[in-house]
């Protein structure tokens, strides 16, 4: 037999049970999404701001960093809306390297799923407390979905999972926007198609069970480059490229266009200090047509205190041990930048 089944996890519902959110945060989720739902809908004009750690890997950096940005959240609420990223799952092209805090809620040890699935829960649920801010995490894995449903105000589908039939009929059951990325390849049909098999109902298999869903109208599409034949990265946030996006939205028969940057990957080709450039020159084409400013509701920045990263084990704190991040500095500044331009 080729599967060993080491142990039974608990359940969502267990977990749940074991870490509950408070009611008053409840309902600061509640407002939260109702607020980042008008964005998608077009009846709030503030421009989102997802920002955060590559990979959510260390609680207290990553609860510290959140509440700074909670500070910088008074000063520019009524411009931005900021939505923390807490990405516990880190998909990797090999399979190598830390996969999050999920699969290894101490990045130098073994993997440990139950811990890990406890220690994600916490984590989210700590930095809403403390900050106020519901954060964005990204659905790696549609059966653990679960674990973060009644926390999550924003969800990521990746380039690598966009393709994937489950997560497709899985986002379709969310009642929080979903962003939807272009997949490797670039090829902005693949994610459309994805937005559309998104925002519409299916019945199908989860977790065991026969359900069906009702669709999700704030499926949207999110650009992140692409990478060409020779691993080379193709930028897909200029002018053109959102004039192409907005033709191609227009031809769909889609709720709500939308779509959002994401200013690193390989829109920077990982040169995460290109994300401030990156995310003025959306801005400007903002600016410039009145289409593309309705289109395009906010950026994906990666940022963490320390800028760059470090291996596994570097012991720096706040630095990011995947993909390299801006600094805080530089993150604090760019973020006053984007609401007097916004």
């Known amino acids: 037999m080729s599967f060993e089944?080491?142990?039974?996890?608990?359940?969502?519902?267990?977990i749940a049970k074991e870490y509950p959110i408070p009611q008053a945060?409840?309902?600061l989720k509640k407002e939260r999404d109702a607020q980042i739902r008008d964005v998608f809908t077009g009846k709030d004009s503030r421009f989102l701001v997802i920002i955060g750690p590559c990979s959510a890997d260390n609680e207290e950096a990553v609860c510290d960093y959140v509440n700074r940005l909670a500070q910088v959240n008074e000063k520019v609420k009524d411009r931005l809306i900021?939505?923390?990223?807490?990405?516990?799952?880190?998909?990797?092209?090999?399979?190598?390297?830390?996969?999050?805090?999920?699969?290894?809620?101490?990045?130098?040890?073994?993997?440990?799923?139950q811990a890990g699935l406890t220690a994600m829960r916490k984590m989210h649920i700590r930095a809403i407390q403390e900050?106020?801010?519901?954060?964005?995490?990204?659905?790696?894995y549609p059966e653990n979905w679960g674990y973060v449903s009644d926390i999550l105000s924003y969800v990521a589908i990746g380039a690598r999972s966009v393709e994937d039939q489950q997560h497709r009929l899985t986002v379709s059951g969310f009642d929080v926007p979903a962003g939807m990325k272009n997949p490797t390849s670039g090829t902005l049909s693949v994610m459309l198609n994805s937005i559309y098999a998104a925002q519409h109902p299916?019945?199908?298999?989860?977790?065991?069970?026969?359900?069906?869903?009702?669709?999700?109208?704030?499926?949207?599409?999110?650009?992140?480059?692409?990478?060409?034949?020779?691993?080379?990265?193709?930028p897909n946030y200029h002018y053109e490229d959102l004039n192409l996006l907005l033709e191609m939205y227009q031809k769909e028969n889609l709720l709500n266009p939308a779509c959002v940057i994401d200013a690193n990957h390989s829109?920077?080709?990982?040169?995460y200090l290109q994300q401030v450039r990156i995310v003025k020159e959306v801005l400007?084409?903002?600016?410039?047509?009145?289409?593309?400013?309705?289109?395009?509701?906010?950026?994906?920045?990666?940022?963490?205190?320390?800028?760059?990263c470090q291996k596994v084990g570097g012991g720096i704190y706040g630095k990011s041990i995947t993909d390299p991040c801006l600094g805080w500095a530089d993150s604090e500044r760019l973020i006053y930048e984007i609401a007097e331009s916004a």
């Open 5 to 14: 089944f080491v142990r039974k996890l608990p359940t969502p519902e267990d």
């Open 25 to 27: 945060l409840a309902q």
């Open 82 to 113: 900021l939505i923390p990223r807490i990405y516990t799952n880190k998909p990797r092209t090999t399979g190598e390297g830390y996969k999050g805090i999920v699969h290894q809620p101490n990045p130098e040890e073994k993997p440990d799923f």
């Open 131 to 140: 900050s106020g801010l519901t954060a964005a995490d990204e659905m790696l």
């Open 202 to 234: 299916h019945s199908f298999t989860y977790r065991g069970w026969e359900v069906t869903t009702s669709g999700n109208s704030l499926a949207h599409a999110v650009l992140r480059g692409a990478v060409n034949k020779h691993g080379n990265s193709l």
């Open 267 to 271: 829109n920077s080709g990982k040169q």
């Open 284 to 308: 400007h084409s903002r600016r410039l047509n009145p289409d593309i400013h309705r289109l395009v509701k906010g950026v994906m920045v990666e940022s963490y205190i320390e800028e760059g």
